[in-house]
């Protein structure tokens, strides 16, 4: 049967695949082809592609719908994927297990499904977690053309979030020097270094940085990655040696600084100043209430910057709903000095 289909090297395939599933322009019902060097991916609607992809007709082939969770628990469960492991944030355990043997029933390609056992807590923001099947919380992640290695119960990590780093990276241009406030595993320092750019990642989880150095390797940049444990706080003022490593004084440095830490990231604003070069954009993630959802965090910067650097927003972005009534936040800021 023919079909409009997205064509595209097989080296950018899974990274469009994902573009287009989160667009909601797949075709699942049919099969993705493979000629010629190139992934031919079945798209709902032609019109409704970016017009950087390029999109052909092509005979495809009809592919079965696969046995979901819920066609087999007669209801639509809410579930996480995270690599191979599915994650639940279910109360009753009746309900929690009823819903892990569904996924492990179903053709979900799974190894292991976990429930949340506590909200995320402690400076390493992490959880604790029941194993309801498998045998283990280490995962392989794949975004975007990348992939990240990350335990579940060591180091904080949201899938969700996948198209806002998408967004963030795309900006980075070959040659940049980036500064990752609050690393973890790595998924804003990763993609950027894929970029070309040269980026530093601090994080107080020793775990998660010794999960980011690992991960710049697996994708190939290691030599663009800089990974320290610490309080950034005091890598910047050069007054850690980052867990073993020599510190460097990273004042006037960066030409991005991430800050994805949104219920305290005004708190480390006199060192997001600190780090910023001549011209420097800042992406300053906060937690609001729908009100005046960028307000605060621009005042915040502002207070912190000025009169040193000019500040312009450059972007309010809306990333997600955290809660009734209370949005988590992007402002993409331009300090110049």
Request: hydrophobic share 40%; net charge negative; with cysteine.
């Amino acid at each position: 049967m023919e079909a409009p289909c997205v064509r595209v090297e097989r080296e950018r395939g899974e990274e469009t695949r994902q573009r287009l599933a989160e667009a909601g322009l797949l075709a699942d019902e049919f099969q993705i082809e493979v000629g010629d060097g190139h992934l031919y991916l079945p798209v709902t609607d032609a019109d409704a592609v970016p017009a950087e992809l390029e999109v052909v007709t092509r005979s495809v082939g009809e592919r079965d719908t696969p046995e979901t969770p819920t066609d087999l628990l007669g209801f639509e469960p809410t579930y996480e994927r995270l690599g191979d492991i599915v994650i639940l944030d279910e109360d009753d355990p009746a309900t929690a297990r009823e819903i892990a043997d569904a996924v492990m029933a179903s053709d979900l390609p799974v190894e292991t499904v976990v429930n949340r056992a506590s909200k995320v807590k402690g400076e390493l923001r992490v959880r604790d977690w029941e194993v309801l099947v498998g045998d283990g919380t280490e995962t392989v992640h794949r975004e975007y053309g990348c992939e990240f290695l990350l335990d579940v119960a060591e180091v904080y990590f949201s899938p969700r979030l996948a198209t806002e780093r998408n967004r963030v990276a795309e900006q980075v241009e070959a040659g940049e020097r980036a500064f990752d406030m609050f690393a973890g595993v790595g998924p804003f320092v990763v993609p950027f270094a894929k970029r070309d750019a040269e980026v530093v990642g601090v994080d107080l989880n020793e775990r998660a940085v010794e999960y980011l150095r690992e991960n710049a390797r697996r994708n190939g940049v290691a030599d663009r990655v800089t990974a320290i444990q610490g309080d950034v706080r005091d890598v910047v003022s050069g007054s850690s040696d980052g867990g073993g490593e020599v510190a460097s004084d990273y004042a006037d440095w960066a030409d991005r600084v991430v800050m994805n830490l949104p219920h305290s990231a005004d708190e480390f604003l006199d060192t997001a100043v600190e780090l910023a070069g001549d011209d420097c954009v800042v992406h300053y993630y906060d937690i609001q209430h729908e009100d005046d959802p960028f307000g605060p965090g621009e005042a915040a910067i502002r207070a912190a910057a000025e009169p040193e650097y000019e500040v312009e927003v450059e972007t309010r972005h809306v990333v997600r709903s955290y809660a009734p009534h209370e949005l988590n936040v992007c402002l993409d800021v331009r300090l110049s000095r």
